[in-house]
């Protein structure tokens, strides 16, 4: 399954709880290289990247290939994750 695939169900099917979701991404300079934006602040889900509004209301795009994981908070489980990148644990 593609990350969009995965976004897209989170968002779109009524089995899944985007509430209980995050998702960490690659940013430069933050702690460990890694940032975590709860499902429920993404606002949009293009061809190859999201965006999601921040704690200020700032509009965020996140291109796809920055997407390491996307995890069930409350399970732990992985929903997806990058091939060849550990547990995105922070």
């Known amino acids: 399954m593609t990350i969009r695939d995965t976004l897209n169900a989170l968002f779109w099917d009524s089995r899944q709880r985007k509430d209980d979701c995050e998702i960490v991404y690659l940013h430069r300079g933050a702690p ?4 975590v934006v709860a499902c429920k ?13 921040d704690v200020r209301g ?3 795009v996140i291109p796809f290939h920055r997407i390491l994981e996307i995890r069930n908070v409350k399970t732990g ?11 995105a644990d922070l």
């Open 58 to 60: 700032q509009e965020t």
């Open 32 to 35: 460990m290289n890694r940032r």
């Open 77 to 87: 489980e992985s929903i997806w994750r990058k091939k060849g990148e550990p547990s």
């Open 41 to 53: 602040l993404v606002t949009k889900i293009q061809p190859s990247w999201f965006t999601y509004d």
